[in-house]
């Protein structure tokens, strides 16, 4: 603002690339180190043009192949952006095998490999991802194993983390939290807003002090320092237009990515036909041949976009020469622009559908800004006169159109404004953003979801049943186990063993399915030790025992026999002296017993799943007296709901949320996004008819959907 | 970046206050017009002090009583800030007072007398109210009336607006976005976030286009431009004490503002004693009399801050000498920060208890920049020989802290980064607010909530009932209206005459409550309607007709009969004949319709309300032939599930959300918030034995929380 020459911009002092991208090895123009020298010397001395050429080929083909080998011999799991992943993890499809720490060497490896090799991708998925991975595993350290524990807090933890590695990728807590709240949720809650700016600003004081040294700061190498903008020209039209452009490019690219994807697929066998790895080296080697001759495709994006942020009339001519001097005319930076933005939005779309660690967040930030500098110096044709019109500006509205528009997320403005730290196109980015956002919801979904749909990862919102005609009773499942008021530990033994849900029915009995409560595994888990303790009598000791020797086993029944009847006589009496009233409470006499048992069995037929635990107590039944004993055993009647009344840890949810038959599928949807939990009982008069999944749902849903 | 001298700060062109806060009337020493040098002349000439200092007092209680005098007598509703209203109305309770057009007009008036008065208030509350009032009317006009009576899209539109309302306030667009979603809603659908931001933007590029002379640039008047700054000192301590001292000091003002509220409620009567508007014509004298003497305290918000964040070391000293010369000592900044401090505390704490429309954000922003100025100064007083500490940038940090937390936002942060149109300091002032927001929710409730206290607004998440003991049963509605699956017209308009829900049960019959589904309220007035046009006939006419003259009633109810039993007759025989086959589908044989009504008779007696209308149809069969004949019409009994059947615009929800007995309130308030709503029902074996609504449980709650 005290700058002499008004109109005019001011430029912060470049900062070299290799410090703002360390990674980015081969291509980067700027950095002259001995080592690279020697490997690839100065493209400039035209007598080894060849060589260079061809290692420029053989380094990026081998790089990319070793990103791919990394990730299809040794984790599958740390292919991709990562961000579709933890989507799907926070609408409530807990997946543990994406946040496990072995993943995270892969993923760090493999993008190191992938990224440097010149591959046209970027680096802001796999950020995120290596954050959400640190924060799974410091959860499972003691001291904060508690926090793992609750689902939601895992959740709200893994999301703040979330925004931690947007903030360390872009420098921008802000834009960072923002960010990661519209690339991961379909709604916040208010209340983990601080939480997650808690995280984001810890995140960036760190980053501040380690990189406070002044001569290598990371995130000043983006900023610019623009006068004073006068919107109440032509130049908000073309603003508008540039947001609208990027839009439509943004959309363009979804559609590009999703046709080679599903040309891919469809041609997997051919593919794979012409060389093992065939599509990394083919895309790899296109690659390198076609950026090569021109220098500035050769940059990488750090420096691309450095140069369209600043570079200008006079000032930082030299980086501006790379893009101009590889043109056949004069100075034509507009063709050089449109060439990027061709090249570019093709090898991104290309690169994004390979087996290796990628973003694309920081492509599509040059490619932007290739498309808003476009505009700019055309703007600057056709109005020569005009003072205040700054190519460099637009260029940093593109990029943060176009991110925003592929993206869909507003945040990318916060992104771009801390990137830049510049305020003075606030409004212009802004206006940009949105309307690129807006386009592009017109038409496609964002490039996260597409990635989400590609890799089949379950994911609610996506289930999109427009009639009311699909119901509750279409979808639930009418074969479920349950476990009945009065129960025996053999049946609640098979009910664990055969079903994953964390909440199981409880119902009155096997004639009167009416709907009591739910029960978690982890209770019933407790239920059953608890009474083993009880009778220190394993479930599956008798049957070892059997075919250990079948004199033992006899002994072992008989003494435990003798401890449910007569608990004097046995060694734990102090124990279980003070348990003896309830315990004769919560067993009931056997011969009731049997007689529900027999009753039981005709209900069963209608339960296909449920009635294989009964056959196997009719079956001990009916084979001699060591097994008849034994099953005697197993049958010992407890009541959960007389449990719950005399024990506090056997706690029985007696309001779960059940649903009539004719609830349309899509109000189920809602439930489930909006209430979380995994499972809605099905009831009609009170009586358990049906459950209802929520992965059943989204299978349904997706099947439904295509 | 480019200025010569380093580590010093380079200052913006000084704005006159005027300009940015063209209300600020009387205090604005800055601002010489001939008129103000008429009714007060300058407080420089010592000769007439005593008039000047009458004058003020006058004119601050003369403003302040106006303002209160049109809130009392013209329209309570536009008292306030507004924003707990729309957190109200956001949370589910609509309250249509609160959004009137002539709310708009009083709230304008009252908040240029009440700002203008120099009371220490600000101004953001009542611009959100503003905004959402005139999004409110707009929705009222034909194009956009379909929005409005779509629920969900009226409280987008009107959440998108009140975005506007802040970005207008500080014209800070993005900021604006978040501290709108963060003070009006407990959690956020990420699919409204692009409203919101486009909204917004749209308003921005509004003020700038606007605003565009270079001379009267609103948004200028708080720039700020640091050089960078290295963290990685003992100045990180600082900001981060900054943060935890405006954490704790918005607490206190918190805790001051109940105290007072809560004793003036309790001395109500002395205090209107003593003279009528009493508290606002003592408070508005004190305030004056206090602030006149000093003449910092006699600024205006604006000017204030602006000094605290520009002036500094023999630039602005022009603006500081006002704050130190009034000092007993020289260059006591230090003093001056504290009085302004603790004057401008309680000042503020007083006067947003007055019936006036009031913000609370630009007093708190100015007396955090004091706050943030002190530390700095101090930091500057025991490091002397430290380079680069800035007071101004602490004076940043101090004013977004303060705001922070008090209101409980973290976009406090961007608010301030945007208005200083300065990244320097992000890191400092998110880490300030960061801090200020966790302390300040250890300690209490944000000032809006305690506002929405206060004034008894209805508010989901404020119902915490920590124990699970308050289950459904306990807060059910026992006596509910309801429709039987078989009915009459009259019973159905006496379901409506009672009832106010939008969503009303349908049973199976009066002896088995079976939940069958719910219908609107809309849609039953249209079965009544349906009904009259299909016989020409009204259920009012006919008691209207007894008063005129029964002989005519006669003659209507006949012609009725007449209609229904042979539709060739009637004029309208066209119509008729084409619906005749599902009248007769729809109604029932009279006899068996008795019967049925009998037998509902004696179920009635456990529904006290439900059982009026029963007993006014046997109140007039036993009245004579003409009643007799009435109400044998008006017991045409209508089959609520056939119509819909047959008539598409009769549509019954079939799934509504019902709940058991022993579900406990705290989820049942879980399920409100997150799936809106406003009624739940109370469902045994499918038999629904009560109604939740949602007000009731709030007042339940509060109820409980006392």
Redo the contacts between chains.
């Keep these: 603002?005290?700058?002499p020459s008004s109109n005019t911009i001011?430029y912060?002092k470049m900062i070299s690339s290799k410090h703002g991208y360390k990674k980015s090895r081969v291509k980067s123009n700027t950095s002259d180190s001995d080592l690279l020298n020697i490997v690839m010397p100065k493209a400039d001395t035209a007598d080894n043009y060849f060589f260079q050429y061809l290692s420029f080929i053989v380094w990026t083909v081998a790089l990319a192949f070793c990103s791919s080998v990394i990730i299809k011999k040794l984790c599958y799991a740390a292919a991709g952006s990562g961000i579709p992943d933890l989507k799907s993890i926070f609408s409530g499809f807990w997946n543990s095998s994406v946040v496990q720490p072995r993943v995270l060497i892969w993923k760090v490896l493999g993008l190191l490999f992938s990224y440097g090799s010149g591959l046209s991708i970027g680096k802001e998925g796999p950020y995120i991802h290596i954050s959400a991975i640190l924060a799974n595993t410091l959860l499972n350290i003691k001291p904060f194993k508690n926090i793992a524990t609750n689902e939601t807090q895992r959740s709200q933890m893994l999301a703040s983390c979330c925004a931690l590695g947007v903030a360390a990728t872009f420098g921008s807590?802000?834009g960072g939290v923002?960010f990661s709240?519209?690339v991961t949720?379909?709604?916040?809650?208010?209340?983990n807003?601080?939480r997650a700016?808690?995280t984001?600003?810890v995140g960036?004081?760190g980053i501040?002090?380690l990189l406070?040294t002044?001569s290598n700061d990371l995130l000043?190498s983006y900023?610019t320092?623009f006068e004073?903008l006068?919107?109440?020209t032509v130049q908000?039209l073309a603003f508008i237009i540039t947001g609208i452009l990027c839009g439509l490019l943004a959309s363009l690219f979804i559609y590009m990515y999703s046709k080679i994807y599903t040309w891919k697929k469809h041609n997997q066998d051919f593919i794979k036909k012409i060389t093992p790895y065939g599509e990394v080296i083919i895309v790899a080697a296109v690659t390198a041949v076609i950026t090569f001759p021109l220098k500035f495709l050769r940059l990488d994006h750090a420096s691309a976009v450095h140069t369209m942020f600043t570079a200008h009339d006079g000032v930082n001519t030299e980086e501006l020469k790379v893009w101009t001097d590889s043109m056949p005319f004069n100075n034509s930076i507009l063709l050089a622009c449109f060439l990027y933005i061709l090249v570019k939005l093709v090898l991104t779309a290309v690169s994004v559908t390979l087996p290796v660690p990628y973003g694309i967040y920081i492509p599509l930030f040059a490619i932007g800004a290739a498309v808003g500098r476009f505009v700019g110096e055309s703007m600057k044709l056709i109005f020569p006169h005009m003072k205040d019109i700054y190519p460099t500006g637009y260029a940093v509205v593109g990029a943060a159109a176009l991110c925003g528009g592929a993206t869909?997320t507003?945040s990318s403005?916060?992104i771009i404004?801390?990137l830049t730290?510049?305020?003075?196109f606030?409004?212009p980015v802004?206006?940009g953003?949105?309307l690129s956002?807006?386009i592009g919801?017109l038409l496609n979904h964002s490039i996260y979801d597409c990635f989400l749909r590609n890799k089949g990862l379950p994911y609610l919102p996506f289930v999109k049943i427009k009639s009311d005609s699909l119901?509750?009773k279409d979808v639930m499942k009418r074969e479920f186990r349950y476990v009945t008021r009065k129960t025996t530990l053999l049946r609640i033994q098979s009910v664990l063993d055969n079903v994953l849900d964390y909440a199981i029915p409880i119902v009155e009995s096997d004639d009167n399915l009416?709907l009591i409560g739910t029960i978690s595994r982890t209770t019933l888990e407790e239920v059953i030790s608890y009474h083993e303790r009880l009778h220190s009598y394993s479930l599956k000791s008798p049957i070892e025992g059997e075919e250990d020797g079948s004199g033992n086993t006899i002994i072992t029944i008989n003494s435990q026999n003798h401890n449910y009847y007569d608990n004097n006589d046995n060694d734990n009496s102090l124990l279980l002296q003070e348990e003896s009233s309830q315990i004769e409470m919560n067993l009931i006499p056997k011969s009731e017993s049997i007689d529900q048992l027999d009753s039981n069995q005709q209900t069963q037929s209608q339960l296909q799943n449920g009635s294989t635990d009964h056959q196997d107590i009719n079956n001990n039944n009916n084979s001699g007296d060591i097994r008849s004993s034994l099953s005697l055993n197993n049958e010992i009647i407890i009541d959960i709901v007389h449990m719950e009344l005399q024990n506090p840890w056997v706690v029985i949810d007696?309001?779960p949320?059940?649903?009539?038959e004719?609830?349309?599928v899509r109000?189920i949807i809602?439930?489930f996004m909006?209430?979380g939990g995994n499972v809605l009982f099905v009831?009609?008069?009170?009586q358990l008819v049906g459950i209802i999944n929520k992965t059943d749902i989204v299978q349904k849903g997706y099947l439904h959907h295509k």
């Design positions: 603002m005290s700058s001011k912060s807590p802000i923002l709240i519209e949720g379909t709604y916040y809650l208010i209340q807003y601080w700016f808690f984001a600003t960036a004081v501040k002090i406070s002044p000043e900023r320092s004073s006068n919107l109440a908000l869909r507003v403005a916060v404004l801390e730290n510049d305020m003075t606030l409004v802004l206006l953003v949105v956002c807006g919801n119901v509750a009416f007696t309001s949320i059940h649903i009539v004719s609830m349309p109000k809602f439930m909006m209430l009831t009609n008069k009170g």
